[in-house]
């Protein structure tokens, strides 16, 4: 994903002079066209991510469009406040990427894991927060962010993850979400990183004779709803999946609005990770199968579920 | 813009005369609504008069113009202020001050963000009003503007690391037309600011830092307008002035007690407060 952001950034950036690049001292090499076609619109702030977001909110407000670039846990808990007071509050078209979702870099350990970031940000007044799925999606949600006046957070994988669609979804936009495989019976809503596990779940339920709809659910705030509503309304079975903690984020997002709309479920699952610091040393597959978030763990527990 | 005023020769006199009629309505609105940190308020009275008066290119019928030079209160506690002054200077009819803290006014404790014309940012959470600051410089390097940005800020403020954060991000990227004004009046809300977190040498520390440090007496209207115009300087740094200021300034009942960071003056105070500042 990261590099079809630095790709598609370099696009943006050369057709739009608004567009300013600010990193967090990472991105080696991964800007060298953006910095190279406008080297003073691009900034290493440096490994100060209070100040790099306070920047980025004193560009907005004086008309240019900046992105904020870091790992996950530190363009967001980091400067939270900054975001929540400098971009939010003030209503600023400040566009924030966060590289490694949820356990992308489950290797480097809790330091650098992401599993709390939704639930902080999608808290916050005027924030849009956008997970996309893969690639595509990180193009189309980069280019729909630059024709908002809002602050906006897009929480990217890493790189490699596979890619779902074959282009920038034509009718993309913000808040509405994207049916990836038609199905009967179930309805997984995937959102973010975790597409690719969704439709290997999906293909596993298949083999069972369970019919299942893949959405790739990428925006959490502001939520479609009316995806939503079909959704419960449809099938008999509906699970959430995220990789993020299932205090906060999307799978409560949707919880809250299932509550709030007396919406008469049949059954609805979330999967997310437990509330805890996941120490043990492993990559990203391993972190999910640890924590039951594999397509194939998915899919038994969805089995279970339907009896 | 009114390009005049950058190279005027300050006025002490009328500057001064500014800063006691800024005392006396801040002094007012804080009885009026019994708010706190009037004497946080009261200690940066002639900053903030030397800069509006006395530096700032703005004009009021276009508060948003691009060009504009931009000051931002980054101790936000400060809000009176900078209310009175942003009145004055008719960005807002007087009347309005009279709004201060009161329900469903827009004069809240702290600046609030797009509710007042030339409010640039709002500010209360500490070490916020620097890299915003920073950022507006850049863009105008970016958008080749020569504006000045002017970020005032308590020595409280200094504890935050974002401060310092910024401090090292203007001086790398060579802001030379950003200037912080400390406040310096040795106090934060419930000690002496030095045994809080240790400030001195404050303006050694600026230094460091990368920036071209004075410091002043932060009472001296006239030095710090001066001081304030020059900006930039020709260092090819960006400008500390650290400005020693005595907290509750020009009331001798309130000067140099912390009291006076919460509590608000009675009525016969404010009569108190006004024949001393010679304005009945």
Redesign the interface.
């Known amino acids: 994903m990261r590099n079809a952001f630095a790709d598609e950034l370099t696009k943006l950036g050369n057709a739009d002079a608004r567009v300013?690049m600010l990193s967090g001292d990472i991105g080696n090499r991964l800007f060298d066209k953006f910095k190279t076609a406008h080297p003073?619109?691009f900034?290493n702030?440096?490994v100060?991510e209070?100040?790099?977001?306070?920047?980025?909110?004193?560009?907005?407000?004086?008309?240019?469009r900046?992105v904020a670039y870091t790992i996950t846990p530190f363009i967001t808990s980091r400067c939270l406040?900054?975001i929540r007071?400098?971009a939010c509050?003030?209503?600023l078209p400040v566009t924030i990427v966060a590289v490694g979702a949820g356990l992308s870099y489950a290797g480097l350990g809790p330091t650098h894991h992401a599993c709390e970031d939704v639930a902080f940000l999608r808290a916050i007044p005027n924030m849009v927060v956008v997970c996309p799925g893969d690639a595509w999606e990180v193009r189309g949600t980069l280019r729909a962010a630059f024709k908002q006046d809002k602050p906006i957070y897009i929480r990217m994988g890493k790189k490699g993850e596979p890619v779902i669609h074959k282009e920038v979804p034509p009718d993309f936009a913000i808040g509405k979400a994207i049916t990836v495989q038609d199905g009967e019976d179930v309805c997984l809503l995937s959102s973010g990183n975790m597409l690719p596990e969704a439709i290997e779940a999906a293909h596993r339920l298949k083999e069972k004779r369970v019919s299942a709809c893949v959405v790739s659910f990428h925006t959490v705030k502001p939520l479609d709803e009316l995806c939503l509503a079909e959704a419960f309304g449809m099938f008999k079975l509906v699970a959430t999946i995220e990789e993020h903690t299932l205090l906060g984020g999307f799978g409560s997002a949707v919880a809250e609005w299932v509550v709030d709309k007396a919406v008469k479920t049949e059954a609805f699952l979330r999967f997310g990770t437990p509330d805890l610091f996941f120490k043990k040393s492993g990559e990203q597959e391993y972190a999910r199968e640890e924590l039951g978030l594999t397509g194939h763990q998915i899919a038994d527990r969805v089995l279970k579920a339907l009896g | 813009m009114n390009v005049a005023v950058r190279d005027a020769p300050p006025d002490a006199r009328a500057l001064k005369e500014q800063a006691a009629q800024l005392r006396g309505k801040i002094i007012e609105m804080s009885h009026a609504a019994q708010a706190a940190h009037l004497a946080s308020s009261l200690s940066c009275c002639d900053i903030v008069a030397a800069i509006y008066w006395g530096v700032l290119n703005i004009d009021p019928r276009k508060p948003k113009d691009e060009l504009r030079d931009r000051f931002i209160l980054s101790k936000g506690h400060a809000a009176a202020a900078l209310y009175a002054a942003l009145a004055f200077k008719g960005f807002f009819p007087i009347a309005e001050l009279d709004t201060y803290c009161k329900d469903g006014g827009k004069l809240a404790e702290h600046p609030p963000a797009n509710l007042l014309p030339g409010i640039e940012a709002a500010t209360g959470s500490l070490g916020h009003g620097l890299p915003i600051g920073c950022g507006m410089a850049l863009s105008g390097r970016i958008k080749g503007q020569t504006f000045r940005v002017y970020a005032l800020l308590s020595d409280g403020e200094n504890n935050e690391g974002s401060v310092w954060e910024a401090a090292m991000f203007a001086a790398a990227q060579k802001l030379e037309n950003v200037c912080v004004i400390v406040d310096y009046n040795k106090w934060q809300a419930t000690a002496r600011s030095n045994e809080t977190l240790m400030l001195a040498p404050l303006a050694d520390k600026w230094r460091a830092f990368g920036w071209d440090s004075v410091e002043t007496d932060g009472h001296d209207v006239g030095r710090l307008a001066v001081l304030m115009q020059n900006v930039p300087n020709g260092s090819g740094k960006p400008v500390a002035i650290i400005a020693h200021t005595i907290k509750g300034k020009g009331v001798s009942f309130m000067e140099d007690d912390n009291n006076w960071h919460y509590r608000a003056p009675t009525a016969d105070e404010v009569v108190e407060a006004h024949k001393e500042l010679g304005l009945i």
Do not use: I, K
């Open positions: 300013v003073s619109r900034l702030c440096g100060a209070q100040n790099m977001m306070g920047v980025a909110a004193g560009m907005a407000m004086s008309g240019l900046p406040e900054q007071t400098d509050y003030h209503e």
